[in-house]
């Protein structure tokens, strides 16, 4: 079992700034590939990014929506993945959901993850 827990959210304006933190605990975190996932208000979860397992360097990806404003970082020794979140716009605004899983299929999918946080609300306002 993995337990995660996120912090970091809450009311930004439009090209600001936020960053996510996703605790774990539970298990070896460096085992464990760490996505991240938004959902909007009456929409579906979407794919926000993701890193790999990886002692020394990790990769990462990014959906396309994203790119370029969003950095996935995880440091191993504290058992944390960071979401750093700039240029925010209004349609990013969601809550935000940190998932981890030791072997994924397809990283982009959320059934693809069996553990995730409680989730970190994010607001941009115009």
């Known amino acids: 079992q993995v337990q995660l827990v996120e912090s970091g959210g809450g009311l930004v304006q439009a090209g600001g700034s936020l960053r996510l933190s996703c605790a774990a605990s539970?298990?070896?975190?460096?085992?464990?590939?760490m996505g991240w996932f938004r959902q909007a208000p009456g929409k579906d979860f979407e794919f926000v990014g993701g890193?790999?397992?990886?002692?020394?360097?990790?990769?990462?990806s990014y959906a396309d929506s994203v790119k370029g404003r969003f950095t996935i970082a995880r440091d191993n020794a504290r058992n944390t993945v960071f979401l750093q979140m700039n240029l925010l716009q209004p349609e990013d605004t969601a809550t935000y959901y940190c998932?981890?899983?030791?072997?994924?299929?397809?990283?982009?999918?959320?059934?693809?993850?069996?553990?995730w946080g409680q989730g970190a609300q994010v607001t941009v306002s115009s």
């Open positions: 998932a981890a899983a030791q072997s994924v299929y397809n990283f982009k999918q959320t059934q693809s993850y069996p553990y």
């Open positions: 539970g298990r070896t975190f460096s085992d464990y590939v």
């Open positions: 890193i790999s397992i990886s002692r020394n360097s990790a990769a990462t």
